[in-house]
C-alpha cells in the first residue's frame, strides 16, 4: 500500500509512495530525441514545489487531461536528481512520471500560497542565481509601446519575429527592477494595459528569468509558455501593498 508523502520528504530512494499534489504550470519541450513530453511543476499542501515529466504518449494512452489548477494523486513515480540547466523550484529531486504510473484527479486541496517573492534589492545586487525562476509582484511603471523584434539566429537557422514590451515594477519602498514581457505575455501585457482605466497597476511575475549584464543586472523576463503575469491576483501581499498606498 502507498503511503502518502510531501513533496519535501521526496529523496532518490524513495518507493511506493504517492502524493497530492496541484499543477501550478505546464508547458511542452521536445527531448533530443525528438519525443515530446510535458514539464509542469507540482505544489502540495505544505507549500512546497517539485518539477515533473510526463511524456506525450503516456498522457495519450491513459486518456487524462492535465490541467494547471487541477489537483492529482499520483502513484508509482520515479524520483530523479534535479539536473536541468534552467530551474523553477529549489527542490533537488524531479518527479518522472512513468509507465506504470497511477494518475487520478481528485477534488481541490485546501488553499496554499506557492508563490515565492524575491526581494527587489538582492535581485539587483545579483543575490539570486541565475538559474532559478523567479517571483515579484509590485506595480507596473514606464510600460513601454509594443515593439516587433526579429528572435536570434539559432543553429543557422533565422529567428522568427516576436512582440516585447520594456516596463518596470516597482515595490512599495520604490525600488525598481526592469523587465521585458515576450511574446504572449506581451500581448496580453498591452491589451490589459490599454484596457484599464486604474490609475496604478499591481501584479505577480511569477516564473521570471534573471537576465544579466556585463556584471549588473539587465533586466528580468519570461519564458515563453511556463512564465505568468497575473494582474490584480487575490493574495495576502498584493492586498498589504495596496493598503500601503497613499490616497
Known amino acids: 500500500m502507498a503511503v ?10 524513495t518507493n511506493k509512495f504517492a502524493v497530492r499534489v ?5 508547458w511542452c519541450t521536445i527531448t533530443e530525441t525528438m519525443l515530446k513530453k510535458s514539464a ?3 505544489g502540495d499542501q505544505q507549500g512546497s514545489t517539485i518539477e515533473a515529466t510526463l511524456y506525450e504518449e503516456f498522457e495519450a494512452s491513459n486518456l487524462i487531461t492535465m490541467d494547471e489548477g487541477d489537483c492529482f494523486e499520483i502513484h508509482n513515480f520515479k524520483v530523479i536528481h534535479a539536473s536541468s540547466l534552467t530551474r523553477l ?5 524531479h518527479i518522472e512520471m512513468t509507465m506504470s504510473s497511477v494518475i487520478t484527479k481528485i477534488q481541490p486541496l485546501p488553499y496554499c500560497n506557492y508563490y515565492c517573492f524575491a526581494n527587489f534589492e538582492n535581485v539587483n545586487r545579483g543575490l539570486y542565481h541565475p538559474k532559478y525562476t523567479i517571483d515579484l509582484y ?3 511603471v514606464g510600460v513601454g509601446e509594443l515593439e516587433i523584434y526579429e528572435e536570434e539566429m539559432v543553429d543557422g ?4 519575429l516576436n512582440h516585447r514590451i520594456h516596463f518596470s515594477l516597482i515595490n512599495i519602498e520604490f525600488d525598481q527592477i526592469n523587465c521585458v514581457a515576450y511574446g504572449n505575455i506581451a500581448l496580453q501585457l498591452y491589451h490589459y494595459w490599454n484596457s484599464t482605466v486604474a490609475t496604478i497597476v499591481l501584479c505577480v511575475l511569477k516564473f521570471w528569468r534573471i537576465e544579466w549584464g556585463e556584471g549588473s543586472l539587465n533586466h528580468v523576463g519570461n519564458y515563453e509558455g511556463l512564465s505568468k503575469m497575473l494582474f490584480e491576483p487575490e493574495i495576502p501581499e ?3 501593498f495596496r ?3 497613499p490616497n
Do not use: C, E, W
Open 238 to 240: 498584493i492586498q498589504a
Open 243 to 245: 493598503m500601503r498606498i
Open 40 to 42: 509542469m511543476v507540482f
Open 22 to 26: 496541484t499543477l501550478l504550470t505546464k
Open 4 to 13: 502518502h508523502s510531501f513533496l519535501g520528504d521526496l529523496h532518490a530512494a
Open 157 to 160: 537557422i533565422p529567428g522568427g
Open 89 to 93: 523550484t529549489r527542490n533537488r529531486y
Open 138 to 140: 509590485g506595480a507596473l
